[in-house]
């Protein structure tokens, strides 16, 4: 199987677990450059939020922890951010009290498709869990 074909199968999958867990949207981002986007936002907010998150992942990589996993406040909505190289999964979802399932289902998600997205290193997909402030 040749990586198109791969990353064809990946992206088929986020729009299948977008539509199941009824999340607000799905990027992609493949050693910097989005491969996916199924969200709300416009071609413009993808390129700008694509380079925020680069420059975010830029950033903790150059520090003493990368991060792997990254959950912020996004446009009215939330975002979970996972950071499994050399991908950046990021699933939008709105409400905060369903961080912990969304969280659980990118984990699945990159668990299910570890060999075929080449994820470096099994270890980065175990993440310690969330924990919602109330």
Not at 7 to 33: N, Q, S, Y
Not at 42 to 54: L, T
Not at 77 to 87: K, M, R, S
Request: aromatic content about 8%; cysteine-free; glycine content about 6%.
């Amino acid at each position: 199987m040749g990586q198109t074909t791969s990353f064809d199968a990946v992206v088929k999958a986020l729009r299948m677990l977008k539509r199941i867990r009824r999340l607000d949207g799905t990027l992609l981002i493949h050693e910097g450059v989005m491969l996916s986007a199924d969200n709300r936002l416009s071609d413009e907010q993808n390129s700008a939020f694509v380079r925020e998150v680069n420059a975010m992942v830029a950033l903790y990589r150059n520090g003493d922890r990368p991060f792997r996993r990254m959950i912020l406040g996004f446009d009215g909505g939330n975002v979970i951010l996972f950071n499994v190289a050399p991908f950046t999964l990021a699933l939008f979802f709105e409400n905060i009290e369903e961080a912990v399932v969304v969280e659980k289902q990118g984990e699945e998600f990159l668990s299910t498709w570890a060999d075929s997205l080449q994820i470096t290193g099994a270890a980065t997909i175990e993440l310690p869990a969330l924990t919602a402030e109330t």
